[in-house]
């Protein structure tokens, strides 16, 4: 049955006008819209390629720095700080880290730790300082009371990367005593000629000035630290108060293909001429006082102290400060539970993991390169509101 025809509509499609003026309206948009997008496509990809190359050189020198700041902690007295100083590599010792938590020497407590960086080198197992051709170290064995020196040999260098057809492309290598070395960042660009490190140094007469390329590469050539050889240009390394670092990283930028940018950063040598270590052989003497003042927001626990008497004078073999805290009903104090390496003007020390309530009493020793430490300088007691 067919249905009334007051109830029937016309049916009418697009007319051949209408599908002409829109599709010309379409392409005409569209002619407008395709380079706005395409330039901020370009623009995303030059900015994030841009972004992963400058982390990637920050990372790079942030590690170098975490390394070289504390290069010299927990050496013993006649293992050098600084070994190789070299336009495209460094080389230092330093106690960076130990599997042992109560290990106060270490700078880092790390369980995980490779074995083959726990101790110093010795001349049975050395190896070859990077860029320098065969040069091996070391060539003697620090050891003091038939224990080894905890402090590694920590390599930085730069080698050029075969992988890429650019010669100029280097990559940047991180080596623990005789560990596999570790890459630390791809893609530096080192043109012929260039280089990443230079280091900055203080005379006797306290001047600052910079080594010059013609003075490197330089070596620790005195196989004692501190001994009467290590003297003259043998004792340049030792001078050595700033590393400056740049690094150069490139890109691929759409419109202007390869671009580079570079990162800079002057490390400062904490450890670096601060402590004159004359001798090791009696107790060491703090002397100091200890003040621990309370900080309500957030809670927390300064203690501060000066430098220890063996530190600025007598046998100036002070290396680190062990610190400790206990509960007021307990006895003596157990092992410390962080330091801090010598070689400052004055210091402090945070903790922020005390509690609402709680009641402690911090102490501080001095500690030498025997390894020992002196009678804990004591604080009052701190009450946790």
Known sequence: MRPPASSRRPRRGFTLLELVVSMTIFLVILSFSLPFFNSQSRA???????????????????????????????????????????????????NSSSPDSTDVRAVYWDPDADPLTQTSLTTSSPVTLPTSGSKSYPDTNYVLGGVRSPAETISYWFSADSSTARTDDYIMWRRENTANPTIVVKGIIIPSGTAVFSFVKSDTGGNITTITAAQLPRYHTAPIHGSPTDTGLAAMIDSVRIVNVTLTGSYDDNRFGSRTQSVTANIRVANSGLANRLTCGESPVFGRTVTALLGLTPLRVLLSWNPAVDETGGERDIEQYAIFKKLPAAGAFDEPFASIAAGLGAYTFIDASVQSGEQWIYGVAAMDCSPALSPVSVTLQVNIP
Do not use: C, E, H, K
């Open 44 to 94: 995303v990809s030059r900015a994030s390629g841009q972004g992963d190359m400058v982390r990637g050189l920050q990372f790079a020198i942030s590690q170098l720095d975490r390394d070289l700041r504390m290069a010299g902690a927990g050496t013993y007295a006649q293992q050098p700080m600084l070994v190789q100083l070299a336009p495209l590599a460094i080389t230092f010792n330093v």
